[in-house]
């Protein structure tokens, strides 16, 4: 990926009740303008800070400006090679590239733990659902709950550009890979990592039985809050960065799914292929050991002993940007309607969706490890940037092979049954 000039995205706010009637307006967040292949993309949230940060890209101009695509009429199909040089997945075609087939189902809850609050969030997933013809999901029929960190329904004080597009991309990728289940999302006070593991403990005591989490930070003093990622028989999903070969929390929990980032090739409705997204997280882990059910599944490699901690990631999904999906939004700085986004923040709510469509018995991250290796695409080509974990030396840890990777894990899903 190449790196341009730093610009700022504007910052969303808008009516939220009465219990928000003033909100804190959360200051400009800068970063810095990236290119996949052809296509301009901004990290939505900053990476500094002693807290965590949400995993999503947006689609932009050269200057760093968002970019809508063109409106068709619900259930069309959209051509964003006339605005951006980018792909757009729809919900047809993420369900046809990991063969997932069925649509789950209303008994089955999957919850979005994201900061901030998000006051557009159920109009932008209704206008979502709509355009590809899914189910609506609203808070009046019982399908969608918003809640905040302790489940109460006052909304967090402050309103945040980047991570409400965090949140738009996290309900629709629940709604694309399970269109049938329910969805809570937990909106935390802030993006302190503990605030954050408080708002997977309170939505795992709601009911759900899958969490996901697009986001990441340090793993210094996360000890003293992992235990809130521990929750036998729920599926917890991590995504693992955007910044190369670098390990990252909640990811490196031994207790989560770790969710690294591929670019994803389609014609139409049909796969083409699948190689390692240059932005894609991997690492290994100074603070976690490696669980047992990961342990087997590197015994067989002849370096094996690169890492004898946790590995991140386990299985993958698309994430670059320059073949992202398409996302409404319609909050305060940008015109309402279709963008493209991508990072790994679309994987880790996609796998959780699969997830809560195959709604079966879950161990940790156990599960794909188990599978056969017929239920993944291997992605096999393609390699990671140096990131804040600097190099691997060309090793698995950053690069794509046969069998398991950092970057890719153990590939992406071919169909469900290893979830």
């Given at each position: ?13 808008g009516a ?6 003033a909100?804190?307006?959360?200051p ?30 947006i ?20 051509n964003?090679q ?14 046809s ?9 209303s008994t ?47 909304p ?19 709604s ?12 935390t006070?802030d ?8 708002g ?70 049909s796969?083409?292929?699948?190689t390692?997204?240059?932005?894609a ?11 047992a059910?990961?342990t ?16 991140e ?22 015109t ?42 291997d992605?096999?080509?393609g390699?990671?940037?140096p ?31 290893a979830?």
């Open positions: 990926m190449k790196l341009f000039a730093s610009v700022a995205l504007a910052t969303g706010i939220y009740g009465a219990a928000m009637a909100p804190v307006v959360q400009l967040r800068h970063t810095v303008v990236q290119r996949s292949g052809l296509t301009f993309h901004m990290a939505a949230c900053s990476n500094a800070g002693a807290v965590s940060n949400c995993h999503v890209h689609v932009t101009d050269g200057a760093g400006n968002p970019r809508s695509v063109p409106f068709v009429p619900p259930g069309g199909l959209f964003c006339k605005t951006v040089p980018s792909g757009c997945l729809s919900p047809a075609q993420l369900r590239a990991y063969n997932i087939t069925g649509a789950g189902r089955t809850t999957v919850a979005i733990v994201d900061a901030f609050a998000y006051p557009q969030a159920e109009a932008d997933l209704a206008a979502y659902r709509a355009q590809f013809l899914l189910p609506p999901c609203t808070v009046a029929n019982g399908c969608l709950r918003i809640v905040n960190q302790t489940g109460g329904t006052t967090p004080p402050v309103v945040d550009f980047g991570w409400d597009v965090e949140q738009g991309l996290d309900l629709a990728m629940v694309a890979m399970c269109p049938n289940c329910k969805i809570i999302l937990v909106q006070n993006n302190f990592t503990s605030n954050l593991a408080a997977v403990n309170e939505a795992v005591a709601l009911g759900a039985h899958v969490v996901s989490n697009s986001y990441g930070g340090g793993e210094l003093g996360s000890q003293s809050f992992e235990w809130e990622f521990n929750h036998p028989g729920v599926a917890i999903t991590a995504s693992t960065g955007d910044s190369g070969f670098g390990a990252q929390f909640p990811a490196t929990s031994p207790h989560v799914t770790a969710v690294g980032g591929t670019t994803l090739n389609m014609n139409l409705n796969r083409l292929g699948e390692v997204w240059g932005g997280g991997s690492g290994c882990s100074s603070a976690y050991q490696e669980p059910w990961q087997s599944s590197h015994a067989n490699m002849a370096n094996n002993t690169l890492c004898t901690m946790r590995a990631a386990d299985v993958s999904a698309v994430a670059d940007p320059n073949t992202g999906v398409l996302v409404h939004y319609s909050m305060t700085g940008l309402p309607g279709f963008y493209i986004v991508g990072g790994t923040s679309v994987a880790a709510p996609l796998i959780g969706g699969i997830y809560g469509e195959r709604d079966d018995v879950v161990f940790y991250g156990r599960n794909p490890y188990n599978a056969s290796s017929s239920a993944f695409h992605v096999t080509s390699t990671n940037a990131g804040i974990g600097g190099s691997c030396g060309g090793t698995y840890l950053c690069v794509g092979e046969g069998g398991y990777d950092g970057p890719t894990g153990l590939g992406t899903p071919n169909g469900d049954t979830f």
